[in-house]
């Protein structure tokens, strides 16, 4: 089991540089093949070795592209940089990707869908084409399932003020269960309620019990939960089980009531904007137009403070960093990070004039 939330690695840290680079104009190199399809001259070229990369970005084009993911990473690590990128795509994205769509070490496609695309809607990417679908549910190691991703182009990204969380309204959740017995489900929601009932009635978690062809190649359960504000912002935490034949077996109900406690965890670092999503939210910010841009979020993760300095590398943006204490007398949690910045008045050029 893994929390997703502060996780990190050196292949997140060589995504995020691929990331900027594609945005910026500049050098750098990552997980190639799905930025080749989103791209239009994108110049690749790979020593015999495989011990030396260059990548110069072209650009970015969008449209319809289909990805067979790899499964020693699931679809969350690559959808994470799409949804970095489709916004300024010349063309509205549909991305059909193949894989894992559940596994301990990434991002699941359900955190992402409840959580990422909140954050973009408020920085002005919305509209009916953006969505993300959960088609065939695949566990890790075999993978097997599919997630359709689409969304809009925007020609500009608007700054935003999101400097108070307010309170939690309600949480919701969807436990999931591919090729076990659908009790599983039912025992993680259980459990996870046995704990999040002591401090909120309005719960509602749905149970995912995808069978023959759309539950993948590999059998697993998990949990992903999201407590939403009264402003409409977003935490969320999520546990998967280990891929089957890795690691040791975890029961149902030990995964609903530890994937409960890490929300409650979350919750307690708490923002605008959750531990997953605050690299996406300041490179948006980034992005904004020339006005300033402030985000209150929680502790930053590791994985965000190297991507701050990739933005500085990239865009010569610095943000401002104010860290609020909450008063003893005031129930809201841990240490606050008061973010802004004045967006580069970033513009898409690739966006095709109608």
Do not use: W
Request: aromatic share 8%.
């Amino acid at each position: 089991m893994a929390s997703h939330g502060l996780m990190y690695d050196g292949c997140n840290f060589f995504r995020q540089r691929l990331v900027l680079s594609t945005l910026s104009g500049n050098f750098e190199a990552s997980f190639i093949r799905l930025l080749d399809k989103v791209t239009n001259g994108s110049r690749i070229e790979i020593n015999q070795t495989g011990t030396v990369l260059f990548y110069q970005p072209g650009l970015l084009f969008g449209g319809a592209v289909e990805h067979d993911c790899n499964t020693q990473r699931s679809i969350g690590y690559y959808l994470e940089a799409l949804l970095m990128l489709a916004p300024f795509m010349k063309t509205s994205l549909k991305a059909t990707l193949k894989g894992v769509t559940n596994d301990p070490a990434d991002p699941t496609v359900d955190m992402l869908k409840t959580t990422a695309l909140p954050v973009m809607k408020k920085f002005g990417i919305d509209g009916e084409g953006f969505d993300l679908k959960v088609v065939k549910r695949g566990m890790a190691p075999g993978g097997g399932g599919e997630v359709v991703f689409t969304c809009p182009v925007r020609r500009i990204i608007r700054p935003v003020q999101l400097t108070d969380p307010g309170k939690i309204k309600r949480i919701r959740g969807v436990a999931y269960s591919v090729r076990v017995s659908p009790q599983m489900a039912n025992r993680i929601v259980d459990s996870a309620r046995s704990v999040l009932n002591k401090f909120i009635p309005d719960i509602y978690i749905h149970t995912d019990h995808m069978k023959g062809p759309n539950s993948g190649k590999s059998p697993g359960f998990g949990l992903t939960l999201v407590a939403e504000t009264l402003n409409g912002c977003f935490l969320s935490a999520e546990m998967s089980s280990m891929p089957q034949g890795q690691g040791d077996t975890v029961l149902p109900e030990d995964l609903g009531r530890n994937c409960a406690k890490l929300l409650l965890e979350e919750i307690h670092r708490g923002g605008c904007v959750d531990s997953s999503n605050q690299s996406l939210a300041l490179l948006l910010m980034t992005l904004g137009q020339q006005d300033v841009s402030k985000v209150l979020l929680g502790p930053l993760s590791p994985y965000t403070i190297e991507f701050l300095r990739h933005i500085k590398d990239f865009f010569q943006i610095m943000f401002k960093i104010e860290v609020q204490t909450p008063l003893e007398d005031e129930s809201k949690g841990g240490d606050k990070v008061l973010m802004t910045c004045v967006g580069v008045g970033y513009s898409n050029i690739n966006k095709t004039l109608k």
